[in-house]
């Protein structure tokens, strides 16, 4: 896990810890702060009038929030998007709904592990590879508003954890409880562009569960052939052609 793991969401948004504590202050002081002209105009009547607070500064807009319970169990959330030709501009967007407060993924994912299982290891399916999210823990683990979507990334061998774009709007497969010893297994997904310009040789495959930043502790070693990876270039011009019956081999 990277270090935003520990950090807490407000529903899918990674948030500052010590952000979440203090009044705030009014909307319109906070938008002032930011020093951005960023107009009232179409925000919803039921939005909070206090408690307004920057709790994250991504890349792309800077995420402000107020809670709107005694027990801050519940946020509105609002993102401020500055202007593309770097005017002092920007715009903002209020959530239409309050978002729950949630525990950093590495609480949220305490006890549970991935584990490619031995179908995988033995039979690989690229199509549909398969990998088990396993409670490893002493107690029932209990999904917290999480899904099971699971993404895969192909590396060279000793390339370390795989990274690289990838589409991903949350939903997906919903988690379940598990008990102490019980797995779940849930289907890895590739993005088809990490086959270009792969050559053949042996590769290793890590997996990380989207929602809870969960990655896997071994990677899966397979050996791709040229016959494998032109099967799954991506093309645009004529359907991908049956997959060959035997083009994966794992190693020991």
Same mark, same amino acid.
């Given at each position: 896990m990277d270090a935003s793991a520990d950090h807490p969401q407000i529903g899918r948004i990674t948030v500052d810890r010590a952000a979440l504590s203090g009044p705030g202050t009014e909307l319109a002081a906070a938008l002032g702060a930011l020093e951005f002209d960023v107009s009232m105009e179409g925000v919803p009547s039921d939005t909070p009038a206090s408690g307004w607070r920057v709790l994250a500064h991504p890349a792309y807009a800077v995420v402000? $929030?107020?809670?709107? =319970?005694?027990?801050?169990?519940?946020?509105?959330? &609002? %993102?401020? #998007? @500055?202007?593309? =030709?770097?005017?002092?501009? &920007?715009?903002?967007?209020?959530? @239409?709904? @309050? %978002?729950?407060? !949630?525990?950093?993924?590495?609480?949220?994912?305490? /006890?549970?592990?991935?584990?490619?299982?031995?179908?995988? !290891?033995?039979?690989?399916?690229?199509? !549909?590879? &398969?990998?088990?999210?396993?409670?490893? $823990?002493?107690?029932?683990?209990?999904?917290?508003?999480?899904?099971?979507?699971?993404?895969?990334? #192909?590396?060279? @061998?000793? /390339? /370390?954890?795989g990274?690289?774009?990838?589409? *991903?709007?949350?939903?997906?497969?919903?988690? *379940?409880?598990?008990?102490?010893?019980?797995?779940?297994?849930? %289907?890895v997904s590739l993005n088809p562009n990490q086959w270009e310009g792969r050559e053949p040789g042996r590769h290793e495959i890590s997996a990380v569960l989207m929602d809870l930043g969960l990655r896997t502790v071994a990677s899966l070693e397979v050996q791709l052939t040229a016959e494998l990876i032109d099967q799954y270039q991506p093309r645009h011009d004529r359907a991908r052609p049956p997959r060959p019956s035997r083009s994966i081999h794992t190693q020991e």
């Open positions: 402000l $929030g107020a809670p709107v =319970d005694d027990g801050s169990r519940w946020w509105r959330i &609002a %993102q401020v #998007i @500055p202007a593309r =030709d770097g005017s002092r501009t &920007a715009e903002m967007h209020v959530h @239409p709904e @309050p %978002q729950p407060l !949630r525990p950093s993924p590495a609480e949220r994912s305490r /006890g549970l592990v991935l584990r490619w299982p031995e179908t995988t !290891r033995t039979e690989p399916d690229f199509d !549909r590879l &398969a990998l088990d999210v396993v409670n490893t $823990g002493e107690y029932r683990w209990r999904p917290d508003g999480d899904s099971f979507t699971a993404i895969g990334f #192909i590396t060279r @061998p000793g /390339g /370390g954890p990274s690289g774009s990838f589409a *991903f709007v949350g939903g997906g497969p919903p988690a *379940f409880a598990l008990d102490p010893g019980e797995y779940a297994r849930v %289907q």
